[in-house]
């Protein structure tokens, strides 16, 4: 989870540095995820995270951190790597439809 929490400091001072503005934190998980609890069910390589209640952890981290603002922790998204991706490639194909002048 330190892990975690390092590359997620990271990417704030990253975000301040370029005047990005961050609306919330998404994990990717390669392993059975339920995502409306944001829990880990079951990931086969890495058998010590299954079963984990992961956003649960995340909050209580950020928290104790005091990184980032309420209105960021309430939107922690956790699902499968496979649904990330497919959410990426429908996300970017609509960005390729629009012309920005």
């Known amino acids: 989870m330190k892990d ?3 590359q997620i400091m990271k990417q704030i001072e990253f975000s301040k540095e370029k005047n990005f ?4 934190i ?3 998980i390669g392993g059975i995820v ?3 609890k944001g829990e880990i069910i079951n990931v086969s ?7 984990m209640k992961i956003k649960e952890k995340l909050i209580k981290e950020l928290i104790e951190s005091q990184i980032l603002d309420d209105s960021i922790l309430q939107n922690i998204i956790i699902d499968n790597d496979g649904n990330c991706a497919a959410h990426c490639e ?3 194909e609509m960005l390729s439809d629009v012309i920005i002048l």
């Open 4 to 6: 975690i929490i390092n």
């Open 21 to 24: 503005i961050i609306k919330g």
């Open 26 to 28: 998404g994990i990717s």
């Open 34 to 36: 339920d995502k409306e």
């Open 45 to 51: 390589n890495i058998g010590k995270w299954s079963s």
């Open 90 to 92: 429908k996300y970017f």
